[in-house]
């Protein structure tokens, strides 16, 4: 059985990796492009921008090692696709601190109408 805290690790680590990739308006950029357009080569990519491409390349670089993008060799061109399992794990730990909101606020409000029934009486 693996050690919780290694698997913790690894998780707290690929969660960082995907931040750290979203963290930049470029990179964002080119997710939200991909989104759109489905797959596109480096050099399509880089079109949209007014950075240079060896900028793009080092943008897509991060993507692809965070696991967003995945990279398709055609001949000279590289193309590039969203990873929809890394979105899924945004959105994981997205709906992870929602639900730990939600049942903060479902306490709160447990703890308020407690206060609430006290004042009444």
Do not use: C
């Not at 990873?83 to 994981?92: D, V």
Request: hydrophobic share 35%; aromatic share 6%; charged share 30%.
């Amino acid at each position: 059985m693996p050690d919780k805290t290694a698997r913790t690790q690894r998780e707290n680590a690929a969660e960082q990796q995907l931040f750290h990739a979203l963290a930049e308006p470029t990179r964002r950029g080119i997710i939200e492009l991909l989104a759109n357009k489905g797959q596109l080569s480096a050099t399509d990519i880089s079109d949209n921008f007014e950075v240079s491409p060896p900028a793009i390349s080092q943008h897509l670089k991060i993507l692809r090692e965070a696991n967003f993008v995945s990279l398709e060799k055609r001949a000279q061109q590289h193309i590039y696709r969203i990873n929809p399992e890394a979105m899924s794990g945004i959105e994981q730990w997205i709906q992870k601190m929602t639900k730990s909101w939600n049942d903060r606020f479902n306490i709160l409000d447990e703890i308020l109408e407690k206060e609430k029934k006290k004042g009444s009486r």
